[in-house]
């Protein structure tokens, strides 16, 4: 990871903490620079950084199965209920995890957290205006709170207010993402209830998860998938990586996971 100089500023420079360019493999010989401001946010108690999870499933998108004829943007007109979006990413921190999905599969990425966290999430989408031209990519960001999963709240970054748009069936996402969002006994039943409440109901549409293996978080990641599968979704494919990165003062063993409508082949 090295710091870029001489990007444009969305935040006053004694908000900026940090600002480091992620190189993330966008296949087995290439990379991509993804820039990241992590600014001085806010959200239950954690400082806005970037997890080890969203670092290592960017890295491990290249070698994801998924469908990606669903994920390029298809010429209709954006707008309203009909955001235009792919991907929807939970949980999004500084959105390292839907900035590199949208830059190395071409699509649109909408980045989610806490209203707090968004105007972080807008720094690190105008970080990388110029990477999104590169690779016909493009991203938004606003709220979705787990706890009211059909509300989402798009930010427009022209009238820095935020527009509701109701989650309905005409506009779930081919592709939800979450990295590290599954610390607390409340987070299973909340993510899967968001996921599953999200996730288009068609049979190339997937969830992908990335979480550390913590001792004391591994009773929420069991009920994690035993809900995944109780709300009608499989595992469609899976894996392990270990993080290894300098400074890491956190569980290195990282499981990552691709689901699918169990119903629907
Ligand atoms: C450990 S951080 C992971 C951030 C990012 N995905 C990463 O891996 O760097 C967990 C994120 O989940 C968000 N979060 C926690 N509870 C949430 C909720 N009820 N609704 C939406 N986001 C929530 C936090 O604000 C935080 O950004």
């Not at 620079?33 to 890295?59: F, H, M």
């Not at 998108?61 to 998924?66: G, R, V, W």
């Not at 009909?82 to 949208?102: M, Q, W």
Request: proline residues 5%.
């Amino acid at each position: 990871m090295g710091t870029v100089a001489g990007e444009h500023d969305p935040f006053p420079s004694e908000l900026v903490e940090r600002r480091s360019t992620y190189q993330i493999s966008q296949s087995a010989s290439n990379q991509i620079p993804v820039v990241i401001v992590e600014a001085a946010c806010r959200a239950e108690n954690l400082t806005l950084t970037t997890w080890s999870s969203s670092v290592v499933i960017s890295n491990t998108l290249h070698k994801l199965d998924i469908p990606l004829a669903q994920l390029r943007a298809d010429g209709s007109p954006a707008s309203g209920a009909h955001h235009g979006y792919k991907i929807l990413e939970l949980g999004a921190g500084t959105g390292l995890t839907g900035l590199s999905a949208a830059c190395i599969w071409g699509s649109r990425a909408l980045l989610t957290d806490l209203p707090t966290i968004v105007p972080g999430l807008q720094a690190n989408i105008d970080a990388n205006t110029s990477l999104f031209q590169d690779q016909g990519a493009g991203a938004g960001c606003g709220t979705l709170d787990w706890n009211a999963p059909s509300d989402l709240f798009i930010y427009d970054s022209a009238s820095a207010s935020e527009v509701k748009v109701a989650i309905t069936d005409d506009n779930k996402f081919p592709l939800v993402m979450a990295a590290d969002t599954m610390y607390t006994e409340d987070h299973p039943e909340l993510l899967t209830r968001t996921i599953a409440t999200c996730l288009s109901r068609s049979k190339d549409a997937r969830a992908v998860t990335c979480w550390p293996q913590r001792v004391c978080y591994l009773e929420p990641l069991r009920e994690f998938w035993r809900l995944m599968e109780e709300r009608g979704l499989v595992v469609a494919q899976e894996g392990q990586e270990y993080a290894d990165f300098e400074g890491l003062d956190d569980e290195p063993l990282h499981e990552w996971s691709v689901w699918r409508w169990k119903d629907l082949q």
